[in-house]
């Protein structure tokens, strides 16, 4: 029998530098609501981290004459040392994104639903992420 070695990956959690929340009126249920939703994840490589790498997600919501929200969130990664470039390639493209959405996600619900009438809470359904991660070099920092 076969035994993999465990690629050693480490998630220190996710930061939210930008929240830009706006609406104009009170509506206390999004039902109804045509809410567009855009999610664009990125990657940096820290140079004076070469272990780390960082998802930047670009999250857009909006629902036209509704609210509009903007988040910038931003997943911490550490892979070990001794990984190869296609594992370090599947995990910064599919398994990252995906292992820091459930965060976005929550926070979304969260921030909503604290809002008070301005807004129901919005629950984001799953997404899925697929294809290579455009690198950038600098992180926003509106």
Same mark, same amino acid.
Not at 67 to 86: C, M, N, P, Q, W
Not at 103 to 113: A, D, K, N, P
């Given at each position: 029998m076969d035994i993999n070695k465990q690629i050693k990956l480490k998630f220190h959690g996710v930061d939210f530098p930008v929240v830009n929340f706006q609406s104009d009126k009170v509506n206390p249920t999004t039902e109804g609501m045509d809410i567009k939703m855009n999610f664009n994840p990125k990657v940096h490589? =820290?140079?004076?981290?070469?272990?780390?790498? !960082?998802?930047?997600?670009?999250?857009n919501l909006e629902s036209e004459k509704n609210f509009s929200l903007f988040i910038v969130a931003v997943g911490t990664f550490?892979?070990?040392?001794?990984?190869?470039?296609?594992?370090?390639?599947?995990?910064?493209?599919?398994?990252? =994104?995906a292992i820091m959405f459930p965060y976005v !996600?929550?926070?979304?619900?969260?921030?909503?639903?604290?809002?008070?009438?301005?807004?129901g809470t919005l629950t984001i359904p799953p997404q899925l992420f697929q294809g290579d991660l455009e690198e950038i070099i600098d992180i926003p920092q509106n």
């Amino acid at each position: 029998m076969d035994i993999n070695k465990q690629i050693k990956l480490k998630f220190h959690g996710v930061d939210f530098p930008v929240v830009n929340f706006q609406s104009d009126k009170v509506n206390p249920t999004t039902e109804g609501m045509d809410i567009k939703m855009n999610f664009n994840p990125k990657v940096h490589y =820290p140079k004076e981290h070469p272990d780390f790498f !960082r998802i930047v997600q670009e999250i857009n919501l909006e629902s036209e004459k509704n609210f509009s929200l903007f988040i910038v969130a931003v997943g911490t990664f550490e892979l070990g040392k001794d990984t190869d470039d296609a594992t370090k390639k599947s995990f910064v493209n599919l398994n990252a =994104p995906a292992i820091m959405f459930p965060y976005v !996600r929550s926070f979304i619900s969260t921030l909503t639903g604290n809002l008070g009438n301005v807004i129901g809470t919005l629950t984001i359904p799953p997404q899925l992420f697929q294809g290579d991660l455009e690198e950038i070099i600098d992180i926003p920092q509106n």
